[in-house]
């Protein structure tokens, strides 16, 4: 039941979120402890966030996720975690993602967490039918997670930054099978 749940966090996912580590790294601030644990806070509350996302969106493909060979095996679309459980789940993360957010980070953090849930949100709900469209919002979420890494430990945002996550992202997306939040 555990591996079930983990598996519908898509924790093997996660790994998306240590862009968040590259403003300490172009800042050169990779030896400041409080930095690093502060940007270790953001990948944490941006993986809470992501696995929220995973989630919803899961419940709201279940149906058509049960019609496909290998999505039918996820643990939402065959029945593993149900969909309530799921919702609550997600609702908990979100809860804890903004919350985190605020209490051990600062509002630019919690605007930059806040932005990626809305833009996924409608990312699940409506834009991922879009073509090309959809493929720009999967973008625009690494380069909120490399925006949120410089924030998170307020140091500049450099458009090298901006310019280096573009092209990762689009890396990623270049295998259909990944074309996920």
């Excluded at 790994?15 to 050169?28: E, Q």
């Excluded at 941006?46 to 996302?53: E, Q, R, T, V």
């Excluded at 997600?90 to 990626?116: D, V």
């Excluded at 992202?169 to 295998?175: K, N, Q, R, V």
């Amino acid at each position: 039941m555990f591996l079930a749940y983990l598996k519908a966090l898509r924790a093997e996912q996660w790994s998306k979120n240590l862009v968040v580590f590259a403003a300490l790294i172009f800042a050169r601030e990779f030896d400041n402890v409080d930095l690093v644990i502060q940007s270790i806070e953001a990948f944490v509350l941006f993986c809470l966030a992501s696995s929220a996302i995973y989630l919803i969106n899961d419940v709201i493909d279940a149906e058509r996720d049960r019609k496909h060979p290998e999505k039918a095996k996820r643990p939402i679309a065959s029945g593993n975690v149900s969909k309530a459980n799921a919702i609550t789940i997600a609702a908990i993360f979100i809860i804890i993602a903004s919350a985190g957010s605020l209490l051990l980070l600062n509002i630019y953090f919690f605007t930059t967490i806040f932005s990626y849930v809305v833009l996924m949100l409608l990312y699940s709900f409506i834009l991922k039918q879009i073509v090309i469209i959809d493929v720009m919002v999967i973008a625009t979420g690494f380069v909120l997670r490399a925006v949120g890494g410089a924030v998170a430990i307020m140091v500049e945002i450099s458009p090298w930054l901006i310019i280096c996550t573009i092209p990762v992202s689009y890396t990623h997306l270049t295998l259909p099978t990944n074309r996920e939040v």
